[in-house]
């Protein structure tokens, strides 16, 4: 069965600071990586996928199949990156299953 | 708004009572998912429908069920609640099932407070 393993349920960094969420996963198949975002009072929502290959509110995530990660990046936090943040995980093949981690909270200290 | 309508938003209860929980999918989303949020154990898959079929079950207990109807709204029936059952219940849509088309679109959310 697929995991998502989030190691850090609370991470807190200054603003300017770099950020690095962490996030491994274990799937026999070939895997869809997602990372969502809860800001405080609003909807969980999609951040990034690692298909798209693209950078969101200055947010990248790369795949690396070799050690089972996607962890979440960003070179200077900012205030407003304060959230709940899921890394998720969509099996293939099939009938396909999202898996959420347990989340990280992310707190940029001014 | 995100196009997924959760009903209620907020329900207190009793041990032993029964619930449901009513979940609108976004307009054109075959695919709905539940979802069970606690402090303690993040966002745990409870099963998702598409087109009006189970596809896949996760942690979800015998006292709960779920069922999709044919205009692909989705009810989440939780019954003889415990205290642990208090946690907030999230739905979710997507497309369906084709590699690139599941992002999941969020619902506000389900407050079940059980007393």
């Known amino acids: 069965a697929q995991r998502v393993t989030q190691p850090e349920k609370l991470l807190s960094v200054f603003k300017g600071a770099p950020v690095e969420l962490k996030c491994n996963y274990s799937?026999?198949?070939?895997?869809?990586l997602f990372w969502y975002v809860q800001y405080s009072r609003q909807r969980l929502q999609l951040l990034l996928r690692?298909?798209s290959r693209e950078s969101i509110k200055g947010f990248t995530a790369d795949l690396n199949k070799g050690e089972t990660s996607f962890h979440l990046k960003k070179p200077f936090a900012q205030e407003e990156d304060s959230a709940m943040y899921y890394c998720a995980l969509r099996t293939t093949g099939g009938y396909q299953k999202v898996t959420f981690g347990i989340g990280t909270k992310l707190q940029v200290i001014p | 708004d995100s196009g997924v309508t959760q009903t209620p938003k907020h329900l207190i209860t009793a041990t032993g009572q029964r619930v449901t929980l009513r979940c609108s999918p976004r307009s054109g989303d075959l695919s709905v998912y539940w979802y069970q949020q606690s402090l303690d154990q993040g966002l745990q898959f409870l099963i998702q429908y598409y087109n009006g079929e189970e596809r896949a079950k996760g942690n979800i207990l015998e006292r709960f069920s779920a069922q999709q109807f044919p205009d692909l709204h989705s009810e989440l029936n939780l019954s003889s609640l415990e205290l642990g059952d208090s946690a907030l219940y999230f739905c979710?849509?997507?497309?369906?099932?084709?590699?690139?088309?599941?992002?999941?679109?969020f619902g506000a959310g389900s407050r079940l407070t059980v007393l």
């Open positions: 690692h298909i």
């Open positions: 979710a849509s997507s497309v369906g099932r084709q590699v690139g088309a599941n992002v999941l679109t």
């Open positions: 799937y026999s198949g070939s895997p869809e």
